[in-house]
């Protein structure tokens, strides 16, 4: 073969091959998120070779979307928000320790595994009244004695309270 038969490729010496170089940009979460909560919930924990309708107790029930309408309602600002119309909940981060099954209207229920006890956590995403709120839920698996209402009182397992902010994002 001549040389000027061959291609450009074929003429350019291998120690001088042409390297190409693209400029590679993040790809942003089209998601802006307006506000982060923590939740505290005690959860009690699933015995083994107790029946499984244990978990049925409303102590596993959690829904992110009356979590946000009762911050805004107690620490944010003076609003009730329907937690029960055109809400979204999305589990973004499941926990290590259990499972979250959906079950209706953005009702979630926490199982933790049979014997754990401990922290546990799940984080939701949560749309609401045009606004997006990240969701963080900190379980603490406890032998017993988790009764709704408890998470504000108990300062040892839920030292922030039920609620607290933990970021809003800049305008």
């Given at each position: 073969?001549?040389?000027?038969?061959?291609?450009?490729?074929?003429?350019?010496?291998?120690?001088?091959?042409?390297?190409?170089?693209?400029?590679?940009?993040?790809?942003?979460?089209?998601?802006?998120?307006?506000?982060?909560?923590?939740?505290?919930?005690?959860?009690?924990?699933?015995?083994?070779?107790?029946?499984?309708?244990?978990?049925?107790?409303?102590?596993?029930?959690?829904?992110?979307?009356?979590?946000?309408?009762?911050?805004?309602s107690k620490i944010g600002n003076p609003k009730w928000f329907d937690?029960?119309?055109?809400?979204?909940?999305?589990?973004?981060?499941?926990?290590?320790?259990?499972?979250?099954?959906?079950?209706?209207?953005?009702?979630?229920?926490?199982?933790?595994?049979?014997?754990?006890?401990?922290?546990?956590?799940?984080?939701?995403?949560?749309?609401?009244?045009?606004?997006?709120?990240?969701?963080?839920?900190?379980?603490?698996?406890?032998?017993?004695?988790?009764?709704?209402?408890?998470?504000?009182?108990?300062?040892?397992?839920?030292?922030?309270?039920?609620?607290?902010?933990?970021?809003?994002?800049?305008?």
């Open positions: 073969m001549s040389i000027s038969a061959m291609t450009n490729a074929e003429q350019i010496p291998p120690q001088f091959s042409g390297v190409k170089i693209t400029q590679v940009t993040q790809v942003q979460d089209a998601t802006k998120i307006d506000l982060s909560i923590g939740v505290c919930q005690l959860i009690n924990s699933i015995s083994e070779g107790r029946g499984v309708d244990q978990w049925k107790s409303p102590t596993y029930a959690i829904n992110p979307a009356q979590e946000v309408s009762g911050y805004f937690y029960t119309k055109n809400v979204t909940a999305t589990m973004l981060t499941a926990p290590k320790h259990g499972t979250v099954k959906e079950e209706w209207n953005h009702n979630f229920r926490y199982l933790p595994l049979p014997g754990f006890l401990g922290p546990d956590s799940a984080i939701f995403l949560v749309g609401i009244e045009g606004l997006t709120v990240k969701t963080v839920y900190y379980f603490k698996v406890i032998d017993g004695g988790a009764i709704g209402g408890t998470e504000d009182q108990d300062k040892k397992n839920c030292p922030k309270g039920s609620l607290w902010k933990i970021t809003s994002q800049p305008k």
